[in-house]
C-alpha cells in the first residue's frame, strides 16, 4: 500500500523556516513524480511545487519562488520542502503527494498533511 508521511510542519515567526519531510513507501520512488501542495483555512488546495521523476525538473508556484525548495532523495525515499523566509500567507495544511506521471498533472496518493503556522 502507498504510504506518504509528512512531517516537519509547526509554528514560526515570519521570516523563519522550516524543512518538510515526506518518507514514503509502497511504490516505485525512482519512477514517481512528488508535488507538494497546501490548503489555507477558507481556501481551495493549491500545488506549491512538484519535481519530476526523470530529470529531477521542478516548478514552483509563483508566490513561493526564491524562497521554498523541492528535493527528493532516492536512496532514501523522501521528499523535502525547503521553506525560507516564511510568511503568515505560507500558513496552511502541507501535503505531499505522488503518482506515476507528469510533474504538472493529477496525482493519485496523498499524505495526511501537516500543519505549518507563521505569525506575524
Known amino acids: 500500500e502507498v504510504q506518504l508521511v509528512e512531517s516537519g510542519g509547526g509554528l514560526v515567526q515570519a521570516g523563519g523556516s522550516l524543512r518538510l519531510s515526506c518518507p514514503t513507501s509502497?511504490?516505485?520512488?525512482?519512477?514517481?513524480?512528488l508535488g507538494w501542495f497546501r490548503q489555507a483555512p477558507g481556501k481551495e488546495r493549491e500545488g506549491v511545487s512538484c519535481?519530476?521523476?526523470?530529470?529531477?525538473?521542478?516548478y514552483y508556484e509563483d508566490s513561493v519562488k526564491g524562497r521554498f525548495t523541492i528535493s527528493r532523495d532516492n536512496a532514501k525515499n523522501t521528499v523535502y520542502l525547503q521553506m525560507n523566509n516564511l510568511k503568515p500567507e505560507d500558513t496552511a495544511v502541507y501535503y505531499c503527494?505522488?503518482?506515476?506521471?507528469?510533474?504538472?498533472?493529477?496525482?493519485?496518493?496523498w499524505g495526511q498533511g501537516t500543519q505549518v503556522t507563521v505569525s506575524s
Open positions: 503527494a505522488t503518482h506515476y506521471g507528469d510533474c504538472n498533472s493529477d496525482y493519485e496518493y
Open positions: 509502497g511504490f516505485t520512488f525512482d519512477d514517481a513524480a
Open positions: 519535481i519530476s521523476n526523470s530529470d529531477g525538473r521542478t
